[in-house]
């Protein structure tokens, strides 16, 4: 296997074509707990990438799960990341990038699946699609809150790493994230939410 990264919860792999994401032990924690976490985790973000396929999402196709050994063998995508396309793009094609993004995260939603680290460094774009990808810390939900706070996250992070284009990004994104369900609920959440973050700020 050849070794493409390395990050604080799991190390990827290139192995025959396919990509191999592997949960790494943390040697902080109770060897029990880690063994248990690991199984967990790596279950759920199969299931996550499983069911988000199936909602008409794109993200990688998953070809097997390993629990014993804490791997997901999912499709290995040859893109760029979309912070890096976004950087590069002109307004019109930040729109139509955006547009995507948007469509996609209201099929997530639509499906009561949250990815809790929303950043356009955890997209990829590859033929002209944009992936979504890393749903290590992902969720199902039913919950108007969840959804709420991941478009948060969503919205901080691309204002830190798109600050001249934010407005472009977000106004084109939440433009095709209309067809998410309870919308009027969703936004007055993160609105809610983002006055809570500014009271505690100020205080």
């Known amino acids: 296997m050849e070794l493409l990264a390395k990050g604080a919860e799991a190390n990827l792999y290139l192995e025959d074509g396919r990509l191999v994401k592997e949960r790494i032990s943390k040697k902080y ?3 029990e707990l880690d063994l248990r976490l690991r199984k967990i985790r790596t279950q759920r973000e199969a299931k996550l990438l499983e ?10 196709r998953v070809f097997k799960t390993d629990i014993r050994n804490y791997k997901i063998y999912m499709e290995y995508i040859r893109g760029r990341p979309l912070k890096d396309v976004l950087e590069s793009a002109d307004e019109q094609e930040v729109k139509n990038l955006s547009g995507k993004i948007g469509r996609a ?7 009561n699946i949250i990815h809790n680290d929303l950043t356009s460094s955890n997209m990829l774009y590859a033929d002209g699609e944009v ?49 998410v369900k309870h919308l009027s609920e969703i936004l ?14 100020a205080s």
């Open 51 to 60: 069911n988000a396929k199936r909602a008409g999402m794109t993200v990688p």
């Open 105 to 111: 995260l209201s099929v997530m939603h639509n499906a």
């Open 29 to 31: 924690r109770v060897a």
């Open 188 to 201: 007055a959440r993160v609105d809610v939410i983002e006055r809570r973050a500014r009271y505690m700020e």
């Open 131 to 179: 992936y979504y990808i890393d749903f290590g810390l992902g969720a199902t939900t039913t919950r108007i809150e969840d959804k709420a706070m991941d478009l948060v996250v969503f919205k901080r992070s691309l204002q830190v790493a798109h600050g001249d284009k934010f407005r472009i990004i977000w106004a084109s994104l939440m433009d095709s994230y209309k067809s």
